[in-house]
């Protein structure tokens, strides 16, 4: 068998490889949005025929609506403190030589690996110790569901400034600074816009990671309150129609609709 054979037998051996991989990730999700148009109650295959009437029930189910306005409000405010925390601290990772940095970087992704489950338990006996000794209603309150999410923004927010920090030309920076301008003026007007993609990427995962929470969610919400994914979670303990894949094709819509608009004024392609 000559090389050329070899190479071509390897390049669609290796093409194969891909499209099946990435059959087997989409099919789920080509599976959801077919179910939210089958017009019966109960889903059968063949169905019986397709309608948008589960599309139409979505904004009249007030817990929809009110775990949508919650998800997007307590993402929002997460991102925002993520970016605040992260953003710093990944350009002291980068730039400056400190003892403990490579055991603060891992402490700051440590969410990344700890199972949701696990870091929900971990907050909510930490509210509960916490709201014992100052005796503050911090159990089950909006801010502390909003610092249980920053905690999975900022490894986000990390990763992907430390990506772009470290793509980026220092040069850039010392020229800046022997032109005379100080630490703060080559951050703002030189690094900052350098990196503004990997900090709109980040800004938009962390927020996708808060926005889909489930496991620590359910730790830490209050009596009242519920977020999306845990609306979704309580309906299907009561029923099982299409209503469940129109909320969920609905929410991919939401999330790729901003992933595509992020993406037409900064390019996130060049960071991840």
């Known amino acids: 068998m000559s090389r050329l054979t070899s190479r071509r037998l390897g390049s669609l051996a290796l093409t194969g490889a891909a499209g099946l991989s990435l059959a087997y990730i989409l099919l789920p999700l080509f599976f959801v949005v077919w179910l939210s148009f089958f017009q019966q109650e109960i889903p059968s295959f063949p169905p019986e025929g397709y309608s948008l009437k589960w599309f139409a029930a979505v904004p009249g189910n007030d817990r929809f609506v009110s775990g949508f306005l919650l998800s997007l409000q307590v993402a929002v405010i997460a991102t925002?403190?993520?970016?605040?925390?992260g953003v710093p601290a990944a350009v002291a990772l980068v730039r400056a030589r400190f003892f403990g940095r490579e055991a603060l970087n891992s402490l700051l992704l440590l969410p990344l690996v700890v199972p949701g489950i696990v870091l929900g338990i971990?907050?909510?006996?930490?509210?509960v110790e916490a709201e014992i000794l100052t005796e503050w209603h911090i159990l089950g309150s909006?801010?502390?569901?909003i610092a249980g999410h920053v905690l999975i923004v900022i490894p986000w927010t990390v990763r992907l400034v430390t990506a772009g920090l470290v793509g980026m030309d220092r040069a850039i920076e010392e020229a800046a600074m022997s032109l005379g301008a100080?630490?703060?003026t080559t951050f703002r007007k030189i690094t900052l816009p350098a990196i503004l993609p990997a900090v709109v990427a980040a800004a938009l995962f962390g927020f996708i990671a808060s926005f889909g929470n489930l496991e620590m969610s359910l730790f830490l919400v209050g009596p009242g309150r519920t977020t999306?994914?845990?609306?979704?979670?309580?309906?299907?303990?009561?029923?099982?129609?299409p209503t469940i894949a129109a909320v969920s094709v609905l929410q991919i819509l939401f999330?790729?609709?901003a992933m595509l608009i992020t993406d037409r004024f900064v390019k996130i392609s060049r960071v991840v």
């Open 80 to 85: 925002a403190i993520g970016l605040a925390l």
């Open 122 to 127: 971990a907050i909510y006996v930490f509210h």
């Open 142 to 145: 909006l801010g502390g569901l």
């Open 182 to 184: 100080d630490r703060f």
């Open 228 to 241: 999306l994914p845990i609306a979704i979670l309580q309906y299907l303990e009561w029923k099982i129609d």
């Open 255 to 257: 999330i790729g609709g």
